[in-house]
């Protein structure tokens, strides 16, 4: 199964995109986490990434596209993929049916967690994340806190805020998607793959809708 999750910065899709992983045995490829361990790393592509990421902006195109396709190269995607995060724009979604052409594979469903802009707002500005790349748990300050402050109840390790959840970044990382990334849902209904799913509610009722919009 090869499916593409569509979604706002904050609509939870990172967090479905784990649990479905668990599921189906698919990996998760998220471009996000790649650029956040480059950036780590402190590699040049790093480097170049986090001048974008900082500012809420999308990282070039031509740099995604490198990414995604060296990623999708490996020999470990016989049983699917997700990809969580990418495409974010109509350049990205059409390089990608030109990667899946060069395979000979195909999409088979693009879900979009669907969540309003004043709910993501509020979601991001209260959110937290596991230091440890390793664990990466999400928490939150209002809806998810854990049980000691500042701690990963999983590894213990500290949690803080990412550089791009500050609240002039959160807005322009909205205003990104309105434009750039919201043009997919479009793109992906005309090709008849979008499977739509209310993103608000339980993580468990969520999950299930999703599970059950792929059959
Ligand atoms: P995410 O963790 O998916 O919210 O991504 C964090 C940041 O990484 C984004 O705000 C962008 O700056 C960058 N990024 C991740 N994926 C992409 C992509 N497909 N296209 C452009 N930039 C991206």
Known sequence: MRIVLLGGPGSGKGTQAKKL????????????????????????????AKEYMDKGELVPD?????????RLAKPDLDKGFMLDGFPRTLGQAQALDKIMVEISKMIDHAILV???????????????TCRNSACGK??????????KEG???????????RDD?????IRERLNVYAEQTAPLIDYYDKKGLLRR?????????IFSSIVRVLG
């Open 151 to 161: 701690i990963c109840d999983a590894c213990g390790s500290e949690l803080y805020q």
């Open 21 to 48: 992983t668990d599921k189906y045995r698919i990996p998760q490829i998220s471009t996000g986490d790649i650029f956040r361990a480059a950036v780590k790393e402190g590699t040049p592509m790093g480097l170049k």
């Open 114 to 128: 669907d969540v309003p802009d004043e709910e993501l707002m509020k979601r991001l500005t209260g959110r937290r």
């Open 62 to 70: 031509e740099v995604v596209v490198g990414v995604v396709k060296e």
């Open 138 to 147: 999400m928490y939150h300050v209002m809806f998810n806190r854990p049980k």
């Open 197 to 205: 799913v209310e993103g608000v509610g339980p993580i468990e009722g």
């Open 165 to 169: 959840d500050s609240e002039a970044t």
